[in-house]
């Protein structure tokens, strides 16, 4: 039988939902992981790509508690210039999927940049300029590689494998997200009527955007998807490429406010100071509040709740970073939102480049709040 949600009790839209909120399906997730940096935005400096992610480092998610990953990839790595197939690169892809399936993990497909789409065109995009939403060209060749995509996994149980349509979407007027996304689900439940489809909210998967997020009625295949980095400045502390806040080099804080009150004050205008206006006071509390818009989405249209991507540089102090993955992690189980952590290795990772060193205490406050 093919998976079905079930639900509890009706709320005042008529959904039925768990105690405490939350869709419950049978396409359950947990706790995941972003195999990232590997078919999507390899650098030249990682290892190559038959060594920097193996059946090795499938094993060893499984073994420590995790329950999915999150396979982000790259169109210029699936599909050579000319528009042919990478057989390689699918064959890597290939290769996860089993990992996974006999690890007894599930997986997301997701479609992370295109060619016509790059997240953060402005700052990585190397000049790379956006054309997806206004490119009826561009929006077809999404839904083709869908079908290209629908073709090679359909095989796929509905109960393993989810699509992510794109990653990060960044459309200057949200209907134009949302009729994209109606033009990509209306195509691949033509094929898929039962595939689950994973989709965020315009404008970087925020949760204060998901107001104008419009899905289809009554397609209870679907899951809602959140990225969470808040509060920016203290998660990229230092990070290249989030413009003005790299150049801050200040302390830093969590809990409480971001930039010492007594510092902020005495900043110069501009950088940072302008990025953070009101520099708010920062704890789980304030966190959580932050999550409600697509909380509270999620339960009006019955439907599961994820959050894709949240991480930490380790460029802030260690036990600060600690607890801002604790708390993340304690209001994920007490809202019952699935998650998975950006990301395995790189920058963000639990575990070094080459795989030798794992953060055992990170780990244990991503899987257990404690």
């Given amino acids: 039988m093919l998976a079905m949600c079930s639900f509890l009790a009706l709320d005042a839209y008529g959904y039925a939902e768990q105690p405490n909120g939350v869709a419950n399906c049978e396409f359950e997730l947990g706790h995941g992981v972003n195999a ?7 650098f030249d400096t990682l290892p190559s790509k038959n060594e920097f992610f193996t059946k090795e480092d499938v094993l060893f998610l499984k073994k420590e508690g ?8 790259e169109e210029s790595e699936l599909w050579n210039a000319d528009g042919s197939m990478n057989e390689e690169s699918f064959q890597f892809l290939d290769s996860a999927l089993g990992w996974a399936k006999e690890a007894g993990m599930k997986a997301i497909l997701d479609l992370h940049i295109v060619n016509a789409h790059h997240f953060n065109a402005e700052n990585e995009g190397n000049g790379h300029k956006n054309t997806l939403f206004t490119s009826e060209a561009a929006q077809e060749h999404l839904v083709d590689m869908w079908m290209v995509l629908s073709d090679r996994y359909s095989k796929e149980s509905n109960d393993f494998l989810a699509y992510e349509i794109l990653n990060e979407a960044v459309a200057e007027d949200h209907e134009d997200w949302n009729k994209l996304v109606a033009k990509c689900i209306q195509a691949i439940r033509e094929r898929e009527p039962d595939r689950y489809l994973v989709i965020g909210s315009n404008r970087w998967q925020q949760t204060q955007f998901f107001p104008y997020l419009k899905i289809p009625e009554g397609d209870k295949k679907i899951i809602l998807s959140f990225h969470f980095y808040t509060p920016l400045a203290f998660t990229h502390y230092k990070a290249s490429w989030v413009g003005e806040y790299a150049n801050y080099d200040g302390p830093i804080n969590y809990p409480g406010y971001i930039v010492p009150e007594k510092l902020m004050e005495a900043l110069p205008d501009g950088g940072i100071k302008d990025k953070l206006e ?50 993340m992690s304690r209001i994920f189980l007490e809202e019952g939102i699935d998650n998975a952590i950006w990301s395995y290795k790189t920058e963000f990772g639990i575990r070094s480049n080459d795989g030798e060193i794992a953060d055992e205490e990170l780990i244990k406050a991503i899987l257990t709040g404690e």
């Fill in 36 to 42: 990232s940096h590997w078919l999507a935005q390899h």
């Fill in 278 to 327: 009101d520099n708010p006071y920062n704890t789980k509390k304030t966190l959580r509040k932050e999550m409600l818009p697509a909380i509270d989405y999620a339960k009006k249209h019955g439907l599961k709740l994820y959050c894709g991507e949240w991480g930490c540089l380790p460029t802030v102090p260690r036990e600060m970073r600690l607890q801002w993955y604790r708390d």
């Fill in 66 to 73: 995790f329950d999915h990953l999150r396979i982000p990839v």
